[in-house]
């Protein structure tokens, strides 16, 4: 099984910057791609940022320029930089792994999730 346990969430100032982690443990035999979601009150689960493990980013209109992803491929860790948080920018950050844990069987991992709040 994979886990993945985020940290870094928090309350922070609008115009502030908050740097969030996930560590990946577990019986992880490949990872294509590791990422962040996030999912405001009333609103359905969007896609935040990616990274595939020949590090192509991939970041939502929303926060470009704004956040940055990167990964510790040695450390099976993902970290997202967000500067200039907006008061929209709240919701619960959930960390993705795009990856094998079960020989020939690839799917989707999540974490619990990680709540950032950004007072306006």
């Known amino acids: 099984q994979v886990q993945l346990v985020e940290s870094g969430g928090g309350l922070v100032q609008a115009g502030g910057s908050r740097r969030l982690s996930c560590a990946a443990s577990?019986?992880?035999?490949?990872?294509?791609?590791m990422g962040w979601y996030r999912q405001a009150p009333g609103k359905q689960r969007e896609l935040v940022a990616t990274?595939?493990?020949?590090?192509?980013?991939n970041y939502a209109d929303s926060v470009k320029g704004r956040f940055t992803i990167s990964r510790d491929s040695a450390k099976n860790t993902v970290y997202l930089q967000m500067n200039s948080l907006k008061f929209e920018d709240t919701a619960v950050y959930y960390c993705?792994?795009?990856?094998?844990?079960?020989?020939?069987?690839?799917?989707?991992?999540w974490g619990q999730g990680t709540q950032v709040t950004v007072s306006s």
């Open positions: 577990g019986r992880i035999f490949s990872i294509y791609r």
């Open positions: 993705n792994l795009d990856g094998i844990s079960v020989p020939g069987v690839r799917r989707d991992y």
């Open positions: 990274i595939t493990s020949g590090d192509i980013t």
